[in-house]
C-alpha cells in the first residue's frame, strides 16, 4: 500500500493517504503504541521506570526491515510478533533488563488494532477534506446558477426543468451529510484496543485499568470500556461511512458524465492541456476526475461487504475475519479519497453551458412542459381526462414535429378552457421551477454560503 506501488496509483488513489498506510508507517504506528505502553506500565508502577526510555528509543521504525518482518510473518501469523521479537532485540542491546518487559501484558492484537486507529486517524481526515472541498464546490455552483434553467431528467428522458442551481444543491446537500456521517463514524473509531490475552488483562493483576486509562491518554483515544478484539462494529460503522460517501461521488460523477455527452454539453471537466485527452482522436476530452470516482464507487461496495462479513467473529478472538480487515480496510479508505478527491476536482473547475442547457429544453418543442397544462386543464376536465388529452397532444406533437403549443392551440378541447397566451405562459420552462429557489436557498442558508442578498 505504498505510494507507486502500481502505475495508476496516483490517478486511482491518494498520495497522502496511501502514505499513511505504507508499511513504514504501519509499523511506526505499532512501535508507538509499545512505547506508549511500557510509559504508561512504568507510571502505574507494573514495570520498572527505567525500562521506558530504552524502549522508547528502540521504537522507531527506521530502525527495522519492513520487508524481513513480512517475511517472518508468514510463519508467525501476524506481523506484531516479529516486531517484537525485533524490538526486544534492539531493546536488549541497550538494556538487557529493560528488554524482559517489551510488549507487557499485551497481545497482537492490541497492538495491531490500536496501530490501525492510529492509522485511520491520519488517513480518514484526507478523505473529510475532499468531500469539505466539493461540497463548497457544489454549493457554489448552485448560488452561481441557481436561474440556470434546464431539463429536469427522469430515467434519463427530459422531465420538468429544474435549474442547474438545484441540481448542485442537491450534490452539496449529500456531500454534506456524508462528510458528517464520515466523521461522526470516525470518532467513533477512535478508541484504545487494549485486552491482553483474552480480553481481561489478568497479566496486569489488579493494574489493567489504571494502564488501560493511561495508554489511551498518551495515544490520545478514548478507553473502551471493555476489551472488543472480536467485537469489530466501529471499524464496520466507519466502512459504511465511506463506502456511503464514495457512492455519493459517485453518483455526482455519473451526472456529470452524462451531462458532458456530446449529445447533451450542458457541463464538462474545464479542459486542462494533457488531461482527458485520446491516444487516438484529437478532438476528445474525457471526463477523467468522474472516471476515478466512478471506479472508486464500482469498487467499494465490495470492500464494505467484507467488512460487514468480517465482522462475524468467534468468541473472544476471531479466526479469519480479523486478518481480513488488513488490506481491506485500508484499501476502502484509499479509494474513499480517490474518489472524494475526483469529484472535488471535477466540481472545483466545472464548465457549465447555460445556453446548451436552454437549446437542449426548446429542442423537446416544449413537451417537458405538458404536466404543466395538464394541471392547467385539470381543474376543469379532471385530472385523468386532462392527462389523456395533453398526453395525445404530445404525441401528435412528436409525430407531427410541430412545437406542442400549436398542437394545443389547435385543440378546441384545450382552448376552451385555455387561451393560446396562457398556453404559451404554462409552456414557459422559467414558469414552472415550484420550489426550486427556496429548495437552494434553504441548502444554502443551512450550508452557510448565501451572500448578502440571497441565492
Not at 512504568?42 to 521504537?59: F, M
Not at 428522458?157 to 458528517?180: E, M, V, Y
Not at 480487515?325 to 474518489?339: H, I, K, N, Q, R
Not at 398556453?423 to 451572500?451: M, W
Amino acid at each position: 500500500m505504498t505510494p507507486g506501488d502500481r502505475v495508476h496509483d496516483r490517478l486511482l488513489g491518494e498520495a497522502d493517504t496511501s502514505a499513511r498506510f505504507s508499511g513504514h508507517t504501519q509499523l511506526q504506528m505499532m512501535l508507538d503504541v509499545e512505547a506508549a505502553l511500557a510509559d504508561a506500565e512504568a507510571t502505574a508502577g507494573v514495570i520498572p521506570a527505567t525500562c521506558v526510555v530504552p524502549i522508547q528509543s528502540a521504537a522507531k521504525a527506521e530502525l527495522y526491515d519492513c520487508a524481513v518482518i513480512g517475511a517472518e510473518a508468514v510463519d508467525a501469523g501476524n506481523v506484531v510478533i516479529p516486531l517484537v521479537r525485533h524490538l526486544t532485540a534492539r531493546v536488549a542491546a541497550i538494556d538487557a533488563d529493560a528488554a524482559r518487559y517489551v510488549h507487557w501484558g499485551a497481545t497482537s492484537q492490541d497492538i495491531l488494532d490500536t496501530g490501525v486507529v492510529l492509522q485511520l486517524r491520519a488517513a480518514v481526515p484526507t478523505t473529510l477534506g475532499h468531500l469539505e472541498r466539493a461540497g463548497r464546490a457544489a454549493a457554489a455552483l448552485a448560488r452561481r446558477y441557481a436561474d440556470a434553467t434546464m431539463a429536469g431528467r427522469t430515467w434519463l428522458q427530459q422531465a420538468t426543468p429544474i435549474t442547474f442551481g438545484l441540481k448542485a444543491a442537491g450534490w452539496a446537500d449529500a456531500l454534506d451529510r456524508t462528510r458528517q456521517r464520515v466523521g461522526t463514524a470516525l470518532d467513533d473509531a477512535l478508541v484504545l484496543q487494549f485486552g491482553g490475552a483474552s480480553g481481561t488483562l489478568a497479566a496486569l493483576g489488579s493494574h489493567g485499568l489504571a494502564v488501560t486509562d493511561g495508554l489511551a491518554a498518551r495515544l490520545g483515544l478514548r478507553a473502551p470500556d471493555i476489551p472488543w478484539h472480536a467485537h469489530r462494529d466501529r471499524f464496520a460503522q466507519l466502512a459504511c461511512a465511506l463506502g456511503v460517501a464514495t457512492g455519493t461521488a459517485g453518483k455526482i460523477a455519473r451526472d456529470l458524465s452524462l451531462l458532458a455527452q456530446t449529445e447533451i454539453g450542458e457541463a464538462s471537466e474545464r479542459p486542462v492541456e494533457g488531461r482527458g485527452g485520446s491516444s487516438t482522436m484529437p478532438q476528445k476530452r474525457n471526463p477523467v476526475s468522474a472516471s476515478v470516482a466512478l471506479a472508486a464507487a464500482i469498487r467499494a461496495p465490495g470492500l464494505v461487504a467484507t467488512m460487514l462479513g468480517a465482522m462475524v467473529q468467534e468468541h473472544e478472538r476471531g479466526l479469519g475475519g480479523w486478518q481480513a480487515e488488513w488490506d481491506t480496510l485500508p484499501d476502502l479508505v484509499l479509494v474513499s479519497a480517490g474518489g472524494a478527491r475526483a469529484v472535488a476536482d471535477a466540481l472545483d473547475s466545472l464548465s457549465v453551458d447555460a445556453e446548451r442547457m436552454r437549446a437542449n429544453i426548446d429542442a423537446s418543442g416544449g413537451t417537458l412542459l405538458a404536466e404543466s397544462i395538464s394541471m392547467a386543464l385539470a381543474e376543469s376536465l379532471g385530472k385523468r381526462e386532462a392527462h389523456t388529452c395533453v398526453e395525445a397532444a404530445c404525441r401528435r406533437a412528436v409525430d407531427e414535429r410541430r412545437p406542442l403549443a400549436d398542437v394545443l392551440g389547435d385543440d378546441p378541447v384545450v382552448t376552451r378552457h385555455l387561451d393560446r397566451a396562457e398556453i404559451a405562459r404554462r409552456l414557459s420552462p422559467d414558469h414552472y421551477l415550484g420550489a426550486t429557489h427556496a429548495f437552494i436557498e434553504r441548502v444554502l442558508a443551512r450550508l452557510g454560503e448565501t451572500d448578502r442578498d440571497g441565492v
